[in-house]
């Protein structure tokens, strides 16, 4: 059995160093332990869209892939930026507003470099629902309509008969703007113009 001992020193510097290896141990062993209680579900897939990707606004399928009999909820929540200000008419006021981020801060987020974490809040996007896979090999389908620029993040927790949540299995998506005829146009024409001029170097003009 391990034990963390203390010993009593004339040296300032040494109490220190003792408390700081303290705390790092405490501080690894916190990480630890929260990052076991959200661990992914091995038979739980997240099938589409794809994890962690950027699709165009729209409708889109959302689909999951259970491969063994168990319980799952499922959420799709709009992440947005809580921005706080102070009321114009009335400066002593707060007024609290929310704003849609972006497919960099989605990164930022997937990656855990986003600074401010404590700045975002969950929003339902639709309404959450229990589906029960009785089989080995089950897919859940569901068509996401009208889904808007954003970011979101689908969840998909695996519960226990009472209802308690085991595991979690999560993916960001970020949705953009639908492109327009005319950019579409655009962007062929500049793959085009592109494999053209490859062309004209590999077997000259």
Same mark, same amino acid.
């Given at each position: ?26 501080? *690894? ?16 897939? *997240? ?24 319980? #799952?909820?499922? /959420?799709?929540?709009? #992440? ?14 707060? #007024? ?25 809040? !969950? *929003? ?6 229990? !589906? ?7 897919? !859940?389908?569901?068509?996401? /309509? ?12 695996? #519960? ?46």
């Amino acid at each position: 059995m391990n034990e963390i001992r203390f010993f009593s020193s004339d040296s300032s510097e040494k109490n220190k160093v003792s408390f700081a290896r303290i705390a790092l141990i405490l501080s *690894i062993i916190f990480v630890m332990s929260f990052s076991s209680s959200f661990a992914a579900d091995k038979n739980v897939t *997240i099938l589409s869209p794809l994890t962690d990707s950027t699709v165009e606004e729209g409708n889109l399928l959302l689909s999951i892939k259970i491969t063994e009999p168990k319980t #799952v909820n499922i /959420e799709v929540l709009e #992440v947005k930026k809580q921005i706080v200000e102070k009321d114009k008419n009335s400066p002593q006021k707060d #007024v609290v507003r929310t704003a849609k981020l972006k497919e960099e801060d989605m990164k930022k987020i997937v990656s855990g470099t986003y600074e401010k974490l404590d700045e975002l809040v !969950y *929003i339902e996007a639709i309404p959450s629902e229990e !589906y029960v896979s009785k089989n080995t090999l089950s897919f !859940y389908t569901k068509k996401l /309509e009208k889904f808007n620029e954003g970011v979101y993040l689908i969840s998909v927790k695996t #519960v226990n008969d009472q209802g308690k949540v085991l595991e979690t299995t999560k993916s960001y998506i970020s949705v953009s703007p639908k492109k327009t005829e005319e950019a579409i146009f655009e962007e062929k024409k500049s793959t085009g113009d592109f494999f053209q001029n490859l062309l004209k170097t590999i077997f000259g003009a």
